[in-house]
């Protein structure tokens, strides 16, 4: 008998809750306009009188405080329908009503207009963007004047502008920067390693001529003499004509100008290390078809150990002239101690 019962208890409540489902669904699909109300509510603050508004009408208000801080309504003094008054509070400003299913009303600002397509035109919700770059394409390492769009090598540049901003001093700090490279450094006189897709590079350039660096030791350029530096990683036999497979590293020298300018910069850091340069540029005689430029730097610094002191002075200077409309020369020199 018990288990009779409890059977017949069962279906009694699935019966139940079947039919307050049924009245439920039949309730929301006969649902009738809400009935107007006096509302009464001043001019001022749209946040202010959006919240005036559901307590005075008791429905649910959901918007974004940020989207509605500083906005103003002329207030209502009327009979009208919640939906009605929101639509009258929110006049003259970039809000619009939505109520969704639940019969929330949702304020806020409208949404991207979508095509036939169904994609999303966003003409009416984006304002013009400029962006202003410039093109890094004049790589000197490419014998044949190839552009980096015809290069099929991974290529980076290291600006003066960069090197500039990140204060780098030396070569292997330059070069530590660019993607893809590990230097190693030694602490012994050599000059320092750099591996490119696990391969140790030796194969530097100056204005895309190759240094035998395995016969120079002692190879360690100064980076204030330089404008640039490039780095393609791969091999390199395409262009420069001796390849390897990590790659090869170019530096490009500072030319003079047709445009005056001078430069002075001055460092400091830990263990009194100190550092100078004065670079001037600028055109020389001859209409500008004579340039001339000339780096100066002065350094003096200590280690965290009393036996240790480095001091020296750099001096870089060049010329170049236009001697024809296809004819450059080019001299220079450079003295370090």
Do not use: C
Not at 57 to 67: M, S
Not at 90 to 114: H, K, W, Y
Not at 179 to 202: C, H, L, Q, W
Not at 303 to 319: S, V
């Amino acid at each position: 008998m018990f288990i009779k019962r409890a059977r017949v208890g069962s279906l009694l409540a699935l019966a139940i809750a079947a039919s307050l489902v049924a009245s439920g669904a039949s309730a929301a699909g006969q649902q009738t306009p809400a009935p107007e109300t006096r509302i009464t509510i001043p001019a001022g603050d749209l946040i202010t009188a959006l919240d005036a508004l559901a307590k005075q009408t008791r429905v649910e208000l959901i918007y974004d405080r940020d989207q509605l801080e500083g906005l103003k309504t002329r207030g209502i003094d009327a009979s009208l329908t919640p939906s009605a008054a929101v639509n009258k509070l929110i006049e003259g400003t970039p809000l619009t009503l939505r109520i969704d299913s639940s019969g929330a009303m949702v304020v806020a600002a409208p949404q991207p207009s979508a095509s036939r397509n169904g994609s999303i035109n966003l003409d009416d919700t984006l304002s013009e963007v400029i962006v202003t770059g410039r093109l890094l394409d004049n790589v000197s390492m490419m014998k044949r004047g190839e552009t980096m769009r015809e290069t099929p090598q991974s290529v980076t540049i290291m600006t003066q502008q960069r090197i500039e901003e990140q204060s780098l001093l030396s070569i292997s700090e330059v070069i530590d920067q660019a993607p893809g490279m590990t230097v190693e450094n030694d602490y012994y006189g050599k000059p320092a390693t750099y591996y490119s897709r696990g391969f140790e590079i030796s194969n530097m350039q100056i204005d895309g001529v190759s240094v035998d660096v395995n016969r120079s030791y002692f190879f360690s350029p100064n980076l204030a003499m330089y404008e640039q530096v490039e780095v393609l990683r791969g091999a390199d036999g395409l262009f420069a004509g001796s390849g390897e497979p990590g790659g090869t590293i170019n530096l490009v020298r500072k030319r003079g100008r047709a445009d005056a300018e001078t430069i002075v910069t001055a460092q400091g850091g830990s263990w009194n290390n100190f550092n100078a340069m004065l670079d001037v540029t600028g055109p020389l005689g001859f209409d500008g078809r004579l340039r001339g430029r000339a780096v100066a730097t002065w350094r003096d610094r200590d280690y965290f150990y009393d036996t240790a002191h480095d001091k020296g002075r750099f001096f870089y200077g060049t010329l170049e002239a236009d001697v024809t409309s296809s004819t450059l020369l080019v001299v220079g020199g450079s003295h370090d101690e």
